[in-house]
């Protein structure tokens, strides 16, 4: 079966060096709040952006599911049966290592350049140097020094008392097997593709199966809209928490996530991987020297998309204040003008209206007409979605 889409054009690393060209004038801050990742791929030839399914990065997203079913109650069939009928030596070992892929996951599970077979992934992993990976492997929290480089914990010492501490946190088999890792890296990374080996043979084989033909379909299919139509209409179809931005100061991908980091790809590629496992994340690797990949939930998405993470802010803001939760008591029962808000709260009218214009503008009330009366009440819809919202967008 030939290979479900091209890899960018030769000569793009996976792991690129000096990619930041001396002189060159930063993008402005992006207009979305102090949350976004973004990737600035000025003169970037939109032939080097590809979509492409990895079956490295679908088995970090099985793992994760399987060590966070909670996350992806969509998938909750699978995570028991698959739990179920796992050997328990086997569980055992994935316990050990979760760290990897339970609350962020290693750079090195998002392959930049996708092969056919996870064998050929695996090759590719071994190819890079240790430092590299045990780098990729520790960095396991959503750390605000992600995106500036943190040095590898083989060879400097503040990163890697930093490495054990973290994995301190996550419990005593976690802990040993960092220091195993940073005492013998060769023999852990070892063990480590014979445990993604195993998991292979054990069920995720059967389960790529079952999963490529979408992926590949997703892949080809975006790949058609950005060649027919542009990149931004391909990045909206992926998801709508990714956004293309062009102007005279150049051109980026914006990833609407609860994070800030920014990272760039001239001269390098671009990669997005659709996932039939991922929902509700949406992961973007941004460490300075690596190829930005793009991972996205696989054309599964409900209808309506993903709402912006500045509007779900926004929603949060707005029913945190004490008069607008009490006021949102009458807006649930029924169709309220401003004189009868003042009148049932004791406040004056300009007030309520200031309130009504916060709750408005965050989306949470319809509006009607009555003679001269505009009537005002809470969107039952909006509201009952926002823990849901909430949720979707911390978990993005």
């Known amino acids: 079966m030939p290979p479900p889409c091209a890899a960018p054009t030769a000569g793009g690393p996976t792991f690129d060096e000096g990619r930041q060209t001396a002189g060159q004038l930063p993008l402005p801050t992006p207009h979305h709040g102090e949350v976004s990742v973004t990737i600035d791929i000025t003169g970037l ?36 049966a698959t739990s179920a009928g796992m050997k328990p030596e086997l569980a055992d070992r994935l316990h050990e290592a979760d760290f990897m892929w339970r609350s962020t996951r290693s750079d090195f599970l998002l392959p930049a350049r996708p092969r ?16 590299r990976f045990v780098g990729a ?47 013998e890296p060769a023999a852990t990374r070892a063990w480590i593709r014979r445990l993604l080996e195993d998991c292979d043979e054990a069920f995720f084989a059967d389960t790529w199966r079952r999963v490529r033909v979408q992926l590949a379909a997703d892949a080809r299919h975006k790949t058609e809209l950005l ?8 990045l909206t179809a992926a998801s709508p928490a990714l956004s293309f931005e062009d102007g005279p100061h150049g ?10 980091s920014r990272t760039e790809a001239q001269g390098s590629a671009v990669t997005l991987v659709p996932t039939a496992f991922g929902w509700p994340h949406l992961f973007a690797t941004s460490a300075p020297g690596w190829q930005p990949v793009i991972q996205y939930p696989a054309a599964t998405r409900e209808v309506g998309g993903a709402e912006p993470v500045e509007t779900v802010k926004l929603r949060l803001e707005a029913i945190a204040h004490p008069m607008r939760m009490r006021l949102c008591r009458n807006l649930a029962r029924g169709p309220y003008s401003t004189s009868e808000l003042a009148d049932a709260y004791g406040i004056t009218a300009p007030e309520v209206s200031r309130h009504l214009s916060v709750l408005k503008k965050a989306g949470l009330l319809t509006t009607q007409r009555r003679g001269r009366y505009v009537l005002h009440q809470l969107d039952f819809s909006v509201v009952a979605r926002l823990g849901s919202d909430f949720l979707e967008s911390v978990l993005r």
């Open 227 to 234: 060649r027919r139509k542009g990149l931004a209409e391909a």
């Open 251 to 260: 051109s980026r991908i914006v990833v609407d996530k609860l994070v800030h």
């Open 45 to 80: 030839p939109h032939e080097r952006i590809t979509f492409c399914p990895s079956p490295l990065a679908e088995l970090g997203n099985a793992l994760h599911a399987l060590a966070e079913p909670a996350h992806h109650a969509r998938l909750h069939a699978w995570t028991t």
């Open 137 to 183: 492997a520790l960095e396991i929290s959503c750390s605000s020094r992600y995106a500036e480089g943190i040095p590898s914990p083989l060879v400097d010492e503040q990163s890697r008392r930093r490495a054990l501490d973290l994995a301190a946190a996550r419990g005593p088999r976690q802990a040993a097997f960092v220091e195993r890792m940073l005492a």
């Open 116 to 131: 056919e077979t996870l064998a050929e992934e695996l090759d590719d992993l071994d190819r890079l140097d240790d430092e």
